[in-house]
């Protein structure tokens, strides 16, 4: 079955930087996009950004750009997401996600909190 695991996450001031994996088993990972997503206590989830199966192409929400980087290693079977400059607001769950034959999979998330 298909199973998305993220870590990395922890506690970090304002300004600091993490980087977070989520490593892919029970599907062929190169041939997939996948996107990381974060959730905010109280509010939505929210896409973060995505990278295209050869990792050519990357997209990103406008509150992250220039300070997150997608990354991945189809070798490894995993995806990234570099964190810099981080701010209070990127307190959050983080998930990575892949849609595969029109569903959706989530891994457990990973806690993210910016604080001083």
């Known amino acids: 079955q298909v199973q998305l695991v993220e870590s990395g996450g922890g506690l970090v001031q304002p300004g600091g930087s993490l980087r977070l994996s989520c490593a892919a088993s029970?599907?062929?990972?190169?041939?997939?996009?996948m996107e990381w997503y974060r959730q905010a206590p109280g509010k939505e989830r929210e896409l973060v950004g995505s990278?295209?199966?050869?990792?050519?192409?990357?997209n990103y929400a406008d509150s992250v750009k220039g300070r997150f980087t997608i990354s991945r290693d189809n070798a490894k079977n995993t995806v990234y997401l570099q964190m810099n400059s981080l701010k209070s607001e990127d307190t959050a769950v983080y998930f990575c996600?892949?849609?595969?034959?029109?569903?959706?999979?989530w891994g457990q998330g990973t806690q993210v909190t910016v604080s001083s």
């Open positions: 990278i295209t199966t050869l990792g050519r192409l990357t």
């Open positions: 029970g599907i062929i990972f190169r041939f997939y996009t």
């Open positions: 996600s892949v849609v595969m034959i029109n569903r959706r999979y």
